[in-house]
């Protein structure tokens, strides 16, 4: 079993940065991927970005290529999710999430999830 706990989430404006950190514990966080999706009212929950066990490869959704960037400290058990140049669309609840094998786009392959963090972006 892996736990999550995702943090750092708010109310900002427009243009504005946030970092969003996710901690694990439980097995060993650095056999597993990392995710991040986000889930807007209404809409699916959506891949953001995810990040290989090393860290070596990043993977980023094209809405959130160049503004976000996703990392990771092994050895503190974190993932984190630095999100810059913030816009009205990213409005959702971010989730993290640890995939066994490699990283992926698909909900479906990770198989632990935090149980996320509200971020509002007003215009």
């Known amino acids: 079993q892996v736990q999550l706990v995702e943090s750092g989430g708010g109310l900002v404006q427009a243009g504005e940065s946030l970092r969003l950190s996710c901690t694990a514990s439980g097995r060993t966080f650095g056999n597993y991927a990392m995710g991040w999706f986000r889930q807007a009212p209404g809409k699916e929950r959506e891949f953001v970005a995810a990040?290989?066990?090393?860290?070596?490869?990043?993977y980023y959704a094209d809405s959130v290529k160049g503004r976000f960037t996703i990392s990771r400290d092994n050895a503190m058990n974190t993932v984190y999710l630095q999100m810059n140049s913030l816009k009205p669309e990213d409005t959702a609840v971010y989730y993290c999430?640890?995939?066994?094998?490699?990283?992926?786009?698909?909900?479906?392959?990770?198989?632990?999830w935090g149980q996320g963090t509200q971020v509002i972006v007003s215009s």
């Open positions: 999430a640890a995939d066994p094998g490699g990283s992926s786009w698909s909900e479906y392959d990770y198989d632990y």
């Open positions: 990040i290989s066990w090393s860290g070596g490869n990043t």
